[in-house]
């Protein structure tokens, strides 16, 4: 029992070490760009760099519009699955799944040679045009993310009767998608929301290939070039990543109607 | 002309024939039951009526107009939920009002009809609760509220009680009567529960196969059973079987016992036949006014409280007997012969 209990504590030190230590030694050099003291100068220089203010504007932009793209796709799908295609089901998770196991890469050529200058949509043609493919792409990406999210949202509550229910009361689609469904998955929906969030900040094939300016090819620039601005950056990112899960620890706090179990 | 129509009612889920050829006709502020055991296609002919499954063919007609082409959400029928099904997203009062904003009501009047409801629910204070903090009973009774603010013109209630335990399924069963009587609906309820049908109902569909076995009050279903299903689901019954001796006086015996049912029976002498009594129809001792009687050993006592079962071994056959409590009773004991008679014209014939 007591052995036990020794090993682990050894397991969860060696893990502690393995993933803070990188981002404790990172954090150090961040502070070193005045010579012989502390200081905060590469935070301050990453943070009035015009650039930075651009590219990060321009991510959580393109993160907020992938949410919402996220929401209207995936909510009513994953609700239509569950009420009325089950047998469906393995297929639509199989085909939200493919994001994680085809490279971005693959996924960015592809709208590459489909809608280039000369194909019949020359989406690639125009700057809005590059932002719509891009938004799809992060829209592709997070699906994996957002469906499951919601999909366990939806396992939650007891869709079929709900549903039926407010179809007895007179709702029709909307009202019941948009009153009923929408604010009982508000937690998962939101989940999905935050992952998305942290995964379109940090994304870098896409943006770079499409030559849009994000804020991942904006962080691979100045890597390139710059010694301590760099490390600022990635300690900056690491705060916005958990900033946003720790958001989804509060969310689940604000909803008045649910108590759930911890 | 009856204010709900159903006929010809079919439904087939691929080749299994769920609902067969049903015929009912409601009248206005009835209160009927669909009765039967699991998969016997009460719910599915509910679910028609509500709108959530489609007849494979049949018509159902609801004040004169032909509801099966119809949306549920134009039909303006409540429903009640074995799983309650209230919104949780929404307070009591949010719950009730649903319907009512759907229909655009205006506000000042939503307002005085929720109030009205949760009167009627005797839950008045509870407006601003979420469901997930009222009990089960509670929330069963929110659902009805919410099923009735929009007045609608039939009131479906699915197996509502099911999920509630035993002390709080009687008194609300009670009370879901005396608001439907209150307010006049019309009123389909569904259950697995005999004792429910027959303490609610104006009239019970007892429903077996997917086939409507026998429509009929509570008083004529429970005594006058039209045929061996409805017999054996609602009550308890002794399934026996007997030699006819003389089918033009209904004569036969039982494991040897000679009685005289003092009607014709349509089977010919020598045959086995099956016949069925009632425990409660079963008196201990000789009575002047019975004209049956059986002997045999007591099997075993079971004490109920409010009555006492006892079973009685004949030769080969078992007859169970209930008998009301009273202290002057004094129980017999195991092994002692017994005399048991019943008036002949309580014992059921199968083929009859």
């Known amino acids: ?262 | 002309m009856a204010f709900l129509e159903i006929s010809h009612l079919q439904k087939f889920y691929g080749p299994t024939h769920v609902v067969q050829d049903f015929n009912l006709d409601v009248e206005k502020g009835e209160f009927v039951s669909f009765l039967g055991p699991s998969g016997c296609g009460k719910t599915t002919t509910l679910r028609m009526v509500a709108g959530f499954e489609t007849p494979t063919s049949g018509s159902i007609r609801i004040a004169g107009k032909d509801v099966v082409n119809l949306r549920p959400n134009q039909r303006n029928i409540g429903m009640v939920f074995q799983a309650y099904a209230l919104f949780p997203n929404l307070t009591v009062a949010q719950n009730v009002a649903f319907g009512l904003k759907v229909a655009g009501r205006p506000r000042a009047e939503i307002a005085e009809r929720v109030r009205e409801m949760l009167g009627i629910i005797h839950l008045p204070e509870l407006g601003g609760r979420y469901p997930f903090q009222l009990s089960g009973g509670q929330q069963q009774r929110v659902a009805l509220a919410r099923a009735l603010a929009v007045r609608p013109q039939l009131l479906l209630l699915d197996e509502p009680l099911s999920a509630l335990d035993a002390k709080i399924r009687i008194s609300l069963r009670q009370e879901i009567r005396a608001i439907q009587r209150k307010l006049g609906i019309t009123t389909i309820y569904v259950t697995h529960d005999q004792e429910e049908a027959l303490s609610m109902s104006d009239r019970i569909v007892v429903m077996n196969a997917g086939v409507a076995e026998q429509v009929g009050d509570p008083f004529t279903i429970y005594n006058r059973p039209a045929t061996r299903f409805v017999a054996g689901f609602v009550g308890t019954l002794n399934a026996l079987e007997a030699v006819v001796t003389d089918p033009a006086r209904g004569a036969l015996t039982i494991d040897g016992q000679a009685v005289v049912l003092g009607r014709p029976i349509e089977a010919a002498s020598g045959a086995t036949i099956g016949v069925a009594i009632r425990p409660e129809t079963l008196a201990l001792g000789q009575r002047p006014e019975a004209d049956g009687v059986l002997r045999g050993n007591v099997r075993d006592v079971q004490f109920l409280g409010s009555v006492l079962r006892v079973r009685l071994a004949l030769d080969r056959q078992v007859v169970a007997l209930d008998s009301f409590n009273t202290t002057a009773l004094r129980p017999p004991a195991v092994g002692d012969p017994l005399e048991v008679s019943f008036a002949t014209a309580d014992m059921l014939v199968s083929a009859e």
């Not at chain 1, 009513?76 to 393995?90: E, F, I």
């Not at chain 1, 396992?155 to 229910?165: S, W």
Request: glycine share 6%; with cysteine; aromatic share 12%.
């Open chain 1, 1 to 262: 029992m007591r052995l036990q209990r020794v090993w682990a504590w050894l397991a969860l030190a060696v893990g502690m070490v393995y993933f803070l230590l990188p981002l404790i030694a990172t954090f150090e050099f961040s502070l070193r760009m005045r010579r012989g003291v502390y200081s905060f100068d590469a935070y301050r220089v990453v943070l009035a760099d015009p650039n930075f203010q651009a590219t990060f504007g321009y991510s959580v932009a393109m993160a907020l519009l992938t949410i919402l793209m996220g929401i209207v796709l995936v909510v009513p799908t994953a609700y239509w699955v569950r009420l009325k295609l089950p047998r469906w089901r393995p297929v639509v998770e199989f085909v939200t799944l493919l994001p994680l196991v085809i490279p971005a890469i693959v996924i960015v050529f592809g709208y590459i040679r489909l809608y280039n200058t000369s194909s019949i949509l020359p989406l690639t043609g125009t700057a809005m045009g590059t932002n719509l493919l891009l938004l799809l792409g992060y829209t592709t990406l997070a699906l994996p993310y957002m469906y499951r999210a919601v999909d366990t949202g939806l396992r939650a509550i007891d869709v079929a009767t709900l549903t039926e229910a407010a179809q007895s009361l007179g709702a029709g689609w909307l009202r019941i998608m948009t009153r009923i469904i929408l604010p009982n998955v508000l937690v998962a929906v939101l989940s999905g929301a935050f992952l998305t969030f942290a995964i379109v900040i940090g994304e870098f094939t896409m943006a770079a290939l499409l030559n849009r300016p994000a804020f991942g090819p904006y962080m691979q620039l100045l890597g390139a070039n710059r010694a301590y601005e760099p490390a600022a950056l990635a300690v900056i990112a690491f705060a916005i990543t958990w900033a946003c899960m720790g958001l989804i620890q509060l969310v689940t706090r604000f909803q008045k109607h649910t108590h759930l179990p911890r």
